[in-house]
């Protein structure tokens, strides 16, 4: 069974850092894309950032310059940078797998997600 475990969410001031992390487990044969989308209160959720195996990306425009995405293969792990944070960045961040399982059905699959909120 794939299980996405998602942590390095947190309260953090206006300008500050934080990195996200989450590690895909179980039942896995290849993953094609990994991804971290964010939902605040009130919005649907969306897209933040996305990485393929190839290492293309792709980005919100309101996080262009301030987030960068990054993955650990080996460890089939995705990272989520976070600079100069912003009151409006505050939301719950999911993290999003696209893989094939060990009977190469190909499957996507949702974290539990992290708060972050951003505040001073």
């Known amino acids: 069974q794939v299980q996405l475990v998602e942590s390095g969410g947190g309260l953090v001031q206006p300008g500050g850092s934080l990195r996200l992390s989450c590690v895909a487990s179980g039942g896995i044969f290849s993953i094609d894309a990994m991804g971290w989308y964010r939902q605040a209160p009130g919005k649907e959720r969306e897209l933040v950032a996305h990485i393929t195996t190839d290492g293309s990306t792709n980005y919100a425009d309101s996080v262009k310059g301030r987030f960068t995405i990054s993955t650990d293969n080996a460890k089939n792990t995705v990272y989520l940078q976070m600079n100069s944070l912003k009151p409006e960045d505050t939301a719950v961040y999911y993290c999003?797998?696209?893989?094939?399982?060990?009977?190469?059905?190909?499957?996507?699959?949702w974290g539990q997600g992290t708060q972050v909120t951003v505040a001073s």
């Open positions: 999003n797998v696209d893989l094939f399982n060990t009977v190469f059905l190909r499957r996507n699959y």
